[in-house]
Each structure stands twice: as C-alpha cells, then as structure tokens.
T-cell receptor, first 119, second 113 residues
Framework: NAGVMQNPRHLVRRRGQEARLRCSPMKGHSHVYWYRQLPEEGLKFMVYLQKENIIDESGMPKERFSAEFPKEGPSILRIQQVVRGDSAAYFC?????????????????FGPGTRLTVT | AQSVTQLDSQVPVFEEAPVELRCNYSSSVSVYLFWYVQYPNQGLQLLLKYLSGSTLVKGINGFEAEFNKSQTSFHLRKPSVHISDTAEYFCAVSKAAGNKLTFGGGTRVLVKP
C-alpha cells in the first residue's frame, strides 16, 4: 500500500512564476491537508480538503494561493506569482474519510514534501 | 484556539543516555495529542498518539509519552537513545476528528557517540 505521494520533490521557480504542487493521498483516504514549513519555523496548517470541497482554509494566505482536490486525480496546491518568501517545504497529509479510529481522531499520514525554492 | 510549546529547541544527548522532550499545550477544549519525528529532508512519521484512556502511551522505536491533564503536558521520553534517533521531533494537537494539526516549534535531537 503506497503512502502519500508528493511531486515534484524539489521545485525551483523564478519570482513571478507559478508553482503547482501535487499530492496523491493514501489509497482509501479522502481527506487531504496541506502544511507549510518555513525555514527555522515549525509546520503551519494551510488548508483542509475533502473530495471537491474545501473544509477549512483558515491557514491559507489571502492572495496568490489556492488549493483543490478534484473528484479524480491528485490534490493541487497552486501558488501564483511566487515571491522569495514562498520558499519553504510544503507537506501534504491524508487521513481516512470513513474509518474511525478509537476516540474518533483521524490519524494523518504525511508525504515526503515538496521543497520549493524561489530565485 | 489551541497552541503548543516545545520548551527546548535543541537537545544534545549521548548515545545510550535517556532523553526527554517537553511539550505543553493550551486549549479550551479536549484535544488529541501526537508526537511526530522528521528525519533530514524527509516527511513526518507518527511516533505515538494520545486519544483517550491510559495516560502512558507507547509508540514506535522505544518512545513513550505521558499525558498530564492537570499540567497540560505531553512529554516524550526514551530510556536509551541511538545515533539513528538524531532528528527533529514535533508535538502536535488536534481538536477533533478530521481537524487540522497545530504543531509546536520542534525540538532537534542530536545524539552524540
């Protein structure tokens, strides 16, 4: 059973270009979360999606960032007109949509991350 | 809102010595608690979790953590570390099922021979 897959693993963009980060959740998982890890900082929540729905985007910057999780295909985190401050590691996590663990908490499984460098 | 504080940003420790990583949280509601490990240039791997029940939780790789509700703490311990335990460790909380994780700032553990 493959884990959470993210691609590309490394992405270099020049200022002003667009970055597209992809996340394929674990088989059977219908919940996807995106987190960002800025240099020398911890991980910060960005957005939580279920298939075709954004559930919580309270951590998303108001401009240039968007996310989707279509019915078919991977989840996409899109950053338009990138700036140097967007350089970070972006992690995707997935959790099961219907299986309920003890206590009702959905365990999140993380992908290897995409390291974005903006030059 | 909830927050997580990891009191030590770096912890150097000798091989085969014990280690404790401290984590305190604040929340107005009950939370679920997690410890994750991140090896260099890799994603996060779950070490252990507290959902309910026994306050002493055992995880993978010989780690354990104790939930203390009165002190709002969830400290991680290992009685004898290996070189391979060199990594960054993150404490996290979530409010409910399917909810986002709030992470602490991380603790870098450097195991010395």
């Amino acid at each position: 059973n493959a884990g959470v897959m993210q691609n590309p693993r490394h992405l270099v963009r020049r200022r002003g270009q667009e970055a597209r980060l992809r996340c394929s959740p674990m088989k059977g998982h219908s919940h996807v979360y995106w987190y960002r890890q800025l240099p020398e900082e911890g991980l910060k929540f960005m957005v939580y999606l279920q298939k075709e729905n954004i559930i919580d985007e309270s951590g998303m910057p108001k401009e240039r960032f968007s996310a989707e999780f279509p019915k078919e295909g991977p989840s996409i985190l899109r950053i338009q007109q990138v700036v140097r401050g967007d350089s970070a590691a972006y992690f995707c996590a997935s959790s099961p949509g219907t299986a309920v663990l003890a206590g009702g908490a959905y365990e999140q499984y993380f992908g290897p991350g995409t390291r974005l460098t903006v030059t | 809102a909830q927050s997580v504080t990891q009191l030590d940003s770096q912890v150097p420790v000798f091989e085969e010595a014990p280690v404790e990583l401290r984590c305190n949280y604040s929340s107005s509601v009950s939370v679920y608690l997690f410890w994750y490990v991140q090896y260099p240039n890799q994603g996060l791997q779950l070490l252990l979790k507290y959902l309910s029940g026994s306050t002493l939780v055992k995880g993978i790789n010989g780690f354990e953590a104790e939930f203390n509700k009165s002190q709002t703490s969830f400290h991680l311990r290992k009685p004898s570390v290996h070189i391979s335990d060199t990594a960054e460790y993150f404490c996290a909380v979530s409010k409910a099922a399917g909810n986002k994780l709030t992470f602490g700032g991380g603790t870098r553990v450097l195991v010395k021979p």
